[in-house]
T-cell receptor, first 112, second 118 residues
Framework: AQSVTQPDIHITVSEGASLELRCNYS??????LFWYVQSPGQGLQLLLK??????LVQGIKGFEAEFKRSQSSFNLRKPSVHWSDAAEYFC??????????FGTGTRLKVLA | DVKVTQSSRYLVKRTGEKVFLECVQD?????MFWYRQDPGLGLRLIYF???????EKGDIPEGYSVSREKKERFSLILESASTNQTSMYLC?????????????????FGPGTRLTVT
């Protein structure tokens, strides 16, 4: 069955520290992968996406993610976290033309 | 920029009421979606529509129906609201396969409606 796993429910980092959020997927074909961010009380905003080609993709707000087929992973990274990055982050895989499968999310807390 | 708007940010309804949640997108997208979001469960697809008057059930359609009479508008209907439908509801839209090349899978989300059923 197709699925997306975000193993960390909560992550706390200090401002200025590096960040890595994990995402593992189970999908038979070549996946289309996404990371979204949701600030409190808001909808989801697309951070970055992977369709094909270079396995290291750059997104908005200084985020990047690396697709590793051998590990079925698409981890999100940022070299230096800002207090404004505190939010919930969702990984998703496109299942067919229309549907996404979302992970359950990772809530990021940033310490001043 | 794509804009997806939802009719209400917060809504409080009583058990048994009929509830309408409206969503409008301004990018001529073919696909529209309704999700509900609950803590620890992520986003779950209720219904989606790939064209006017066309709809398909998602993962949790029970207790919900939808309507898409115009391309830009997608409505979620709770026929008889129950307390277990208290949740955050998110609408999204995306281009269809024949539309913007390479961007058919990107979903754009509205701000959400937090519905409380008492």
């Amino acid at each position: 069955a197709q699925s997306v796993t975000q193993p960390d429910i909560h992550i706390t980092v200090s401002e200025g520290a590096s960040l890595e959020l994990r995402c593992n997927y189970s999908y038979g074909a070549t996946p289309y992968l996404f990371w979204y961010v949701q600030s409190p009380g808001q909808g989801l905003q697309l951070l970055l996406k992977y369709f094909s080609g270079d396995t290291l993709v750059q997104g908005i707000k200084g985020f990047e993610a690396e697709f590793k087929r051998s590990q079925s992973s698409f981890n999100l990274r940022k070299p230096s976290v800002h207090w404004s990055d505190a939010a919930e982050y969702f990984c998703a895989v496109a299942s067919g033309t229309y549907k996404y499968i979302f992970g359950t999310g990772t809530r990021l807390k940033v310490l001043a | 920029d794509v804009k997806v708007t939802q009719s209400s940010r917060y809504l409080v309804k009583r058990t048994g009421e009929k509830v309408f949640l409206e969503c409008v997108q301004d990018m001529d997208h073919e696909n529209m979606f309704w999700y509900r979001q609950d803590p620890g469960l992520g986003l779950r697809l209720i219904y989606f529509s790939y064209d006017v008057k066309m709809k398909e059930k998602g993962d949790i359609p029970e207790g919900y129906s939808v309507s898409r009479e115009k391309k830009e508008r997608f409505s979620l209907i709770l026929e008889s609201a129950s307390t277990n439908q208290t949740s955050m509801y998110l609408c999204a839209s995306s281009a269809g396969p024949g539309q913007t090349r390479g961007r058919a899978y990107e979903q754009y989300f509205g701000p959400g409606t937090r519905l409380t059923v008492t």
